[in-house]
């Protein structure tokens, strides 16, 4: 169903991005920029980010073809990854991960730091362009199917926009306890999800 694949490509992508979680990340690379420039590099961020997940969408079953990988495997190995996302989320090491990432940024004074490192990898990282893949796949590269994903794509890439925007006042109203429950709750769903995609796999195998 269009309403049931639409909430599933949301809520998956929400997890894998998670724009309240890269906020920190934003705010160490931003730090010494104004507020004008920040918006800009907000915005820069999440069009490149799209950009690069609606290709994947678009060509990453072609891509697999010329591999010789068929999509039950990539989506055993995808699920996999996830779910190593999903237990970086929940025992903490992703944010830590992340914060090495944009402070590396800063000390090799990146020019673009709306490319590197919050659009890749931190945005459109392996587990987004994984995600992507899988939900593709699951649309059956029909166009109905594809605009709900790339819609849903758009949806999360302006929602992060505006959490970068806040990102400031977000992380004063949640404080540390707040960012820290809040990213384990959404590490458990994505690796509820995960496990999913693993299952889904393992019968297109045996099936």
Known sequence: MPVEFAISAFVTLFLVVDPIGLAPAFLAVTNDLPERAKRQVALRASVIAAGILAGTA????????QL????????????????SIASEMVFGVRTERQSRAAEQAIEERVRNIAAFPLAIPLMAG???ITATVLLSAQAGYRPVSLTILLGAMVIVCAITTVVFVAAGRIERVLG???NVVLSRLLGVILAALAV???VDGVRAVFG
């Open 126 to 128: 392996p587990g987004a």
């Open 68 to 83: 010789g990988i068929g999509l039950p495997a990539f989506r055993i190995a995808g699920g996999l990854l996830l779910f």
């Open 176 to 178: 540390i306890t707040g």
């Open 58 to 65: 678009l060509i990453g079953e072609w891509l697999l073809r």
């Open 196 to 198: 999913q995609f693993v």
